[in-house]
């Protein structure tokens, strides 16, 4: 049965209440039964990077840009309490013109220099799902695709957040990708081949989202993010000619915005020739596609081997469809 929901709709987990503290490193990841770390453990992301919540809008969007992070945990600095989290999304929201904006808008009258200087905590979620770093993986799969989230810190006996799993870490394992994890003496986790065996009888087109929305390349940056703000999305196929010229997303709008030529357009009051370019410029690598009738195997391993998190489902040089990570981590629980 094809799956028939928009690219990237967005999920609202705000009433979801659930906190723990905080940590970056590696020494407290280890820390529990270090000879038998649990399935999460061994997926996930040991170096957490997180920011407190006095830092800045703009130094958290180059905190996310210089790693290369969907999602950077908030926290308070003296007891690293979370206390919220930060997507590329929002910052897109704050941006182009969502909720977030009334920041932007109402406080600061519309000077964006003055709200992006504000503290993250004005734009953060501060209801954030985590699991136990104890957890299975199982317990992983299920927690991300209820709660409607990409990835989830893991909280060690005293609350304290060790580590951090995502779609990506999910995506990689099923497709073989994580030897060091696989191949640990003690390990606890599920063989991947099975995974990858149920996704080889998979087709794409059964979990691709069909409904597609794009824009023209020579579109303004504006413009991409008022249609990711008023569909929920985090991505948007460019089309010139009905062509499929590229994919931007929102995390392509943040290193956008921590450029240093676009912060000093900031600087200087010039918002409008800061975002009013056309969105083809953020396009950075050449679009990598799939077709509808492959196997979701072939399409996990496109997305690891090429870095996305999403491809766009080609038929008869059309644009039919995308399929992203979590759409392939629905069809895991099957």
């Known amino acids: 049965m094809s799956?028939?929901?928009?690219?990237?709709?967005?999920?609202?987990y705000r009433n979801v209440k659930l906190s723990a503290p905080l940590d970056r490193g590696s020494e407290e990841f280890h820390s529990h039964e270090a000879k038998h770390p649990s399935e999460v453990e061994l997926?996930?992301?040991?170096?957490?990077?997180?920011?407190?919540?006095?830092?800045?809008?703009?130094?958290?969007?180059?905190?996310m840009a210089e790693h290369s992070v969907r999602r950077v945990p908030v926290v308070d600095a003296g007891s690293r309490i979370l206390e919220g989290i930060v997507l590329t999304t929002h910052i897109v929201?704050?941006?182009?013109?969502?909720?977030?904006?009334?920041?932007?808008?109402?406080?600061?009258?519309?000077?964006?220099?003055?709200?992006?200087?504000?503290?993250?905590?004005?734009?953060?979620d501060e209801n954030v799902p985590a699991i136990s770093v104890r957890a299975t993986f199982s317990d992983a799969l299920d927690t991300m695709i209820e709660k409607g989230v990409g990835g989830l810190p893991l909280l060690n006996n005293e609350d304290r957040v060790v580590g951090i799993?995502?779609?990506?870490?999910?995506?990689?394992?099923?497709?073989?990708?994580?030897?060091?994890?696989t191949t640990h003496p003690?390990?606890?986790?599920?063989?991947?081949?099975?995974?990858?065996?149920?996704?080889s009888e998979k087709?794409?087109?059964?979990?691709?989202?069909?409904?597609?929305?794009s824009m023209s390349p020579e579109e303004t940056i504006t413009e991409g993010m008022r249609v990711m703000i008023s569909?929920?999305?985090r991505r948007i196929p460019l089309i010139r000619d009905g062509v499929l010229v590229g994919v931007v997303t929102a995390s392509d709008i943040l290193r956008y915005l921590a450029t240093g030529e676009v912060f000093e357009k900031l600087v200087m009051g010039m918002t409008h020739e800061a975002f009013d370019v056309p969105i083809r410029t953020l396009v950075r690598k050449d679009v990598v596609t799939i077709g509808k009738m492959?196997?979701?195997?072939?399409?996990?391993?496109?997305?690891?081997?090429?870095?996305?998190?999403?491809?766009?489902?080609?038929q008869k040089r059309n644009l039919v469809g995308i399929i992203t990570e979590r759409d392939i981590v629905s069809s895991l629980v099957e």
């Not at 992301?45 to 180059?62: E, F, L, Q, Y």
């Not at 003690?186 to 996704?199: A, D, H, I």
């Open 3 to 12: 799956k028939k929901t928009r690219i990237g709709v967005k999920k609202d």
């Open 43 to 63: 997926l996930g992301t040991k170096d957490v990077v997180c920011v407190p919540r006095t830092t800045t809008i703009m130094g958290a969007v180059k905190t």
């Open 93 to 124: 929201d704050f941006l182009g013109g969502g909720d977030r904006h009334n920041l932007v808008k109402n406080k600061y009258k519309g000077n964006l220099l003055a709200a992006i200087n504000e503290e993250v905590r004005e734009i953060m």
């Open 165 to 181: 799993i995502t779609e990506r870490d999910v995506i990689k394992f099923v497709a073989g990708k994580t030897p060091e994890a």
């Open 186 to 199: 003690n390990t606890r986790l599920p063989s991947f081949e099975g995974y990858l065996r149920k996704l």
């Open 203 to 213: 087709h794409v087109k059964d979990y691709m989202s069909d409904e597609v929305i």
């Open 231 to 233: 569909h929920g999305f």
């Open 294 to 314: 492959a196997k979701l195997k072939d399409a996990a391993l496109k997305m690891v081997e090429n870095q996305v998190g999403c491809l766009p489902v080609i």
